[in-house]
């Protein structure tokens, strides 16, 4: 099992009090990630767009301490979020072993969005990946010796024990999360950059994010999750994602931009179908979700525009275009669809390269 290689079992150098920070991206599923079982462990593999202006910067400062136990804060925006807590608990529950060091210091993590709180644009990703990267860079100055392809696995390992999706948000442009026989490496414990040939087509790809719905989540999505382990639909969904992992190999490689839609609009309607057809069932589409895909369909007849949609679990719209298109795409956005947008939000956002780390 490779989670072995990422137990610790004595550092080389000391370590009393410091400071750490990175800026981690959200990111965009193509092929969608619905189902996990025991430790957050997919059922079926994923590959997703890592984003660039999405992002969540998180600053640790640690202090060595003499008591036993875990000892943090957490600060949204300045501001103490005791919301947060349970949450980064858990997450250092399950890292310890992992982490050794957690219960040796006190921590205070100071976090921040890119995007509004309440934009309905999950932060788990982003934020979890951020401060796995803060720790892999205090267990790196303890044990300096580690190469950099140990430290963005073990970040991507620890991203995912904090939020599934999380782990491929370490690095770009396009990560692969989730065992397929077909992919060299890939594997339910870490996300691996994508190893095949990627046309230009994709290499600055635009999502433009469309906030439909700004609100708190019906449904947290452990437990739309857990409602795939007795779907009735479960293995079959399992098998389509497998197969589109695989029919977008050809289209990465020729930059076949039709078929790229057809594949990544299926899985968003996918993802949707399961959480309607699952019992207790749920719809996390708006009526204005659903105008937006219509006025893309037509605006792509009319025009032949390869502009086209995906979804998460909720109502926002994620807008997707090649870089050439981006004038007519924004110009259509403006005057089509931002009457759909609740007070006409959206978020201008592109293809990244990962996490960076900030200076302190
Ligand atoms: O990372 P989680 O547990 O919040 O799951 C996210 C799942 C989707 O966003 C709906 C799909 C995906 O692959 O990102």
Not at 33 to 41: A, D, L, S
Not at 209 to 215: E, M, N, P, S
Not at 309 to 322: C, E, I, K, Q, S
Request: include cysteine; aromatic fraction near 12%; proline fraction near 4%.
């Amino acid at each position: 099992m490779p989670q072995h290689k990422f137990i610790v079992c004595n550092y080389t150098q000391a370590l009393s009090s410091g400071k750490v920070s990175w800026q981690s991206p959200s990111n965009i599923a193509l092929v969608k990630y619905w189902g996990k079982y025991g430790e957050q462990m997919p059922m079926n593999p994923s590959v997703s767009f890592t984003l660039q202006n999405s992002n969540t910067q998180t600053c640790l400062s640690f202090e060595k301490k003499q008591s036993e136990g875990f000892e943090f804060e957490v600060f949204l925006d300045g501001k103490r979020e005791v919301s947060f807590e349970p949450k980064i608990q858990k997450f250092f529950e399950r890292v310890e072993v992992y982490l050794p060091f957690l219960k040796n210091f006190k921590f205070k993590i100071e976090t921040t969005n890119s995007f509004p709180h309440s934009s309905g644009i999950a932060s788990s990703a982003s934020g979890m990946s951020a401060l796995a990267l803060c720790l892999m860079d205090m267990e790196r100055q303890m044990q300096p010796a580690i190469t950099t392809d140990y430290f963005n696995e073990k970040a991507s390992f620890l991203a995912r024990l904090g939020s599934g999706s999380a782990c491929r948000s370490v690095e770009g442009p396009l990560i692969v999360w989730g065992e397929h026989a077909e992919i060299n490496g890939s594997n339910n414990c870490f996300g691996i950059k994508y190893p095949f040939d990627v046309h230009q087509n994709f290499n600055d790809y635009q999502d433009t994010i469309l906030l439909v719905d700004k609100g708190e989540k019906q449904v947290s999505s452990t437990l739309g999750h857990d409602l795939m382990l007795d779907h009735p639909f479960a293995e079959q969904r399992f098998r389509q994602a497998k197969e589109n992992l695989l029919k977008l190999r050809p289209v990465f490689k020729n930059g076949d931009l039709s078929e790229f839609i057809k594949i990544v609009e299926s899985e968003a309607l996918s993802l949707h179908a399961m959480m309607m057809t699952s019992m207790p069932y749920f719809i996390l589409m708006k009526p204005n979700t659903l105008e937006i895909i219509n006025r893309i369909w037509k605006f792509r007849d009319e025009t032949g525009s390869k502009v086209c949609f995906t979804l998460d679990a909720g109502a926002n719209v994620h807008v997707l275009y090649p870089k050439l298109e981006k004038d007519n795409v924004l110009h259509f956005i403006k005057k089509e669809l931002l009457q759909y947008c609740k007070n006409g939000e959206f978020i201008e956002d592109e293809v990244g390269l990962g996490a960076t780390n900030i200076l302190v």
